[in-house]
Structures are given as structure tokens and as C-alpha cells.
Nanobody
């Protein structure tokens, strides 16, 4: 059974940092693209960052130079390092992979940026 579980979300002040984790089971995250998305109620889901199998990364313009996606293959875990956080980064963050033409999502982790 394939599962993704995010963690690391919290309440943080503007300018602060957080590191989100996405632990995979039943699937090797190193063998495929791993994405981080975020979604707020009533708004469209936004792709925040992606890391391809070979390590190539892509970022949304809104987070470029502030967020870093990475992966620890030994722990089968992906990370999203978020720096210089802004109130507009407040959202529920999800990790996502595609396997055998199916989408797999974790339950999400809440990030709130507020003073």
C-alpha cells in the first residue's frame, strides 16, 4: 500500500523558516518526481516545487529563492525547506507522486504564517 505522510507544519512568524517532510511507504520516492502543492479553501491548488527522478528541481515564481525541495533517498523522505516565510504562504501543503498512472497524495500539513 502506497502512503505519503507530511509533517512539519506549524504557526510561524513572518520571516521565519520551516522544514516540511514527506515520508513515503510502499513506494520509492527516489524513482519518481515528487511534488509539493499547497491549497487554501476556495482557491486552486498551486504547484510549489518539484524534484524529478534525476534531481532536477522546479519552483513556482512565488517561492523561488525562498523554498528548497530536497530528498533523502536513504530515509525515503522528501523535504521542503521554507525560508523567509510570508503571510501569503499560509496554506495546507501536500506532497504528491504519480505511480502506475495514479495520483497519490498525503493528508497535508498546515502552515500558518502570522505575527
Amino acid at each position: 500500500q502506497i502512503q505519503l505522510v507530511e509533517s512539519g507544519g506549524a504557526l510561524v512568524q513572518p520571516g521565519g523558516s520551516l522544514r516540511l517532510s514527506c515520508a513515503g511507504s510502499g513506494i520509492s520516492l527516489s524513482d519518481r518526481t515528487v511534488d509539493w502543492y499547497r491549497r487554501n479553501p476556495g482557491k486552486r491548488r498551486e504547484l510549489v516545487a518539484s524534484m524529478r527522478r534525476g534531481g532536477r528541481t522546479n519552483y513556482a515564481e512565488s517561492v523561488k529563492d525562498r523554498f528548497i525541495i530536497s530528498r533523502d533517498n536513504a530515509k525515503n523522505t522528501a523535504f521542503l525547506q521554507m525560508n523567509s516565510l510570508k503571510p501569503e504562504d499560509t496554506s495546507t501543503y501536500f506532497c504528491h507522486v504519480i505511480y502506475d498512472w495514479r495520483d497519490y497524495w498525503g493528508p497535508g500539513t498546515q502552515v500558518t504564517v502570522s505575527s
